[in-house]
């Protein structure tokens, strides 16, 4: 089955595989922010959405911002989205 | 709104604990934060009992929760029984009543015609259900009952019976109502052309106004009498008399336009008032007329006569001044029987005198067709 995120391992040649295994995440341009592998959410305000990640913490800052969908290992992030932060 | 959603709105802290908790189980849609301890969010409607234990077990205080969507919608909407009930029964009305007929239209023929078939086709109808209605039968019926009906197609269209009508076109021959052709005029007749009918005169008879010409009837070869409408193209000389007379001494009334007016109240015979007036008038006419004023209780008529002057004149006029304005008065009554084209063949007068009196007679003679009309 095809999965687009293993497609976009696949080209990274350089890199063990199973380092790349942690948590995707996917800004589509600016406005959806989606993630897969998150361990939990932190901060959730109309400016800013942090959730935690294997080996660190991401912080999402914008405008607008909701959780449009939250799973259990996935979210999405919907507004402007101005810069995200790893770390 | 397809999407069937429960909204919550939740009060509490650490909200982000309890919806990392909640989202293990419970997918969470669209959750904002408005101000800090107050949060909306969405969940399918699946899971809205769910949502509610789970809220309660982290301590959240719910503050509004309701279900949208269409299939909510069409879950409530099971709920009312009396909604449901009542669309069944339009349903079931609409489907039975749709099997029967409720209106008859008839096209094609005049209105009075249309209303006869009409008449005709309740009258025929045993049932108004669909399916016990044939049409065939029906269309025959009409055929068999109606002689101004050539053909006829019933269809059922609806809750309609449509009829359509094509109305019988009677052959010429046949149509009218078989009257002789009478003659209207004194003559001699000059020439026949026959068309239909049975003759009863011929070239050089003698005909008066009001004879027989062509009968109403046609005799075949085995002698069976059958009616038409008689039709011939009969030319007659005839002729047309009128007179005008002339005095050479007349006296002639003429009214001034003076009138006086005796009013009369009467009871029976008796004459109980009476507006006394002198008739001053020299030579007069004299007017009555009466009215009932109450025949209830008493017999009271109001007579009321009027008395016009009159100035006579003696007119001497001697016949040889006027002699071809008198002529032409005669020959202008004589001229009335005809009609404009009618072909005049000859016409002359005689005059007649005796004790100062002229008699002017005009005779027209002229072509006709006397055949060209029926007297119906």
């Not at chain 2, 006296?251 to 008796?270: A, C, P, S």
Request: proline share 1%.
């Amino acid at each position: 089955m095809f999965n687009f995120f293993d497609e976009i391992k696949n080209k990274a040649s350089s890199i063990d595989n199973n380092f790349l295994n942690d948590y995707n995440i996917l800004n589509i341009s600016g406005k959806l922010l989606y993630v897969e592998g998150h361990l939990g959410v932190t901060i959730i305000s109309d400016s800013q959405i942090a959730f935690k990640v294997k080996k660190g913490r991401v912080v999402v800052d914008g405008e607008g911002l909701f959780l449009c969908e939250l799973t259990d290992n996935t979210l999405t992030v919907q507004g402007k989205i101005n810069k995200m932060e790893i770390f | 709104m397809i999407k069937s959603r429960t909204y919550v709105k939740v009060k509490g802290l650490n909200q982000e604990r309890a919806l990392n908790n909640i989202s293990k189980t419970v997918n969470i849609y669209n959750y904002k934060r408005n101000e800090h301890n107050i949060g909306e969010f969405e969940v399918e409607n699946s899971k809205s009992s769910q949502i509610v234990e789970l809220l309660k077990k982290e301590g959240l205080e719910i503050v509004d929760i309701k279900s949208r969507g269409f299939v909510h919608s069409l879950k409530t909407l099971s709920k009312s029984l009396g909604i449901i009930a009542g669309l069944i029964f339009v349903i079931v009305f609409y489907i039975v009543q749709y099997n029967f007929v409720l209106k008859i239209d008839v096209w094609g023929g005049e209105s009075e015609e249309n209303r006869l078939v009409k008449e005709f086709v309740q009258s025929s109808l045993t049932s108004n259900f669909k399916n016990s209605i044939d049409t065939d039968e029906l269309e025959l019926l009409i055929r068999s009952n109606f002689d101004f009906v050539s053909s006829v197609s019933i269809a059922i269209v609806g809750q309609s019976i449509i009829v359509n009508i094509n109305p019988a076109t009677m052959p010429d021959e046949m149509q009218g109502q078989f009257q002789p052709i009478i003659s209207n005029y004194n003559g001699i007749i000059t020439e026949i052309n026959l068309i239909q009918g049975t003759l009863n005169c011929e070239v050089g008879s003698i005909v008066q106004e009001g004879d027989i010409l062509v009968m109403p009837y046609m005799t075949d070869s085995e002698g069976t009498l059958y009616e038409v409408e008689p039709r011939a193209e009969i030319i007659a000389e005839v002729w047309s008399q009128a007179s005008v007379s002339h005095y050479d001494y007349k006296i002639t009334k003429t009214r001034t336009g003076k009138t006086i007016t005796l009013n009369e109240v009467l009871l029976g015979d008796i004459v109980i008032y009476q507006n006394f007036c002198e008739i001053v008038f020299e030579d007069y006419e004299i007017e009555s007329y009466s009215q009932s004023l109450s025949d209830i209780i008493l017999p009271l008529v109001l007579r009321k006569t009027i008395y016009y002057e009159v100035e006579i004149e003696e007119v001497f006029q001697d016949f040889s001044e006027v002699k071809d304005r008198i002529i032409g008065e005669a020959r202008e009554k004589a001229l009335i029987f005809f009609d404009k084209n009618e072909i005049i063949i000859n016409e002359n007068y005689t005059i007649s005198e005796g004790a100062g009196c002229y008699i002017v007679n005009y005779t027209i003679t002229a072509q006709v067709d006397i055949g060209g009309n029926s007297a119906s």
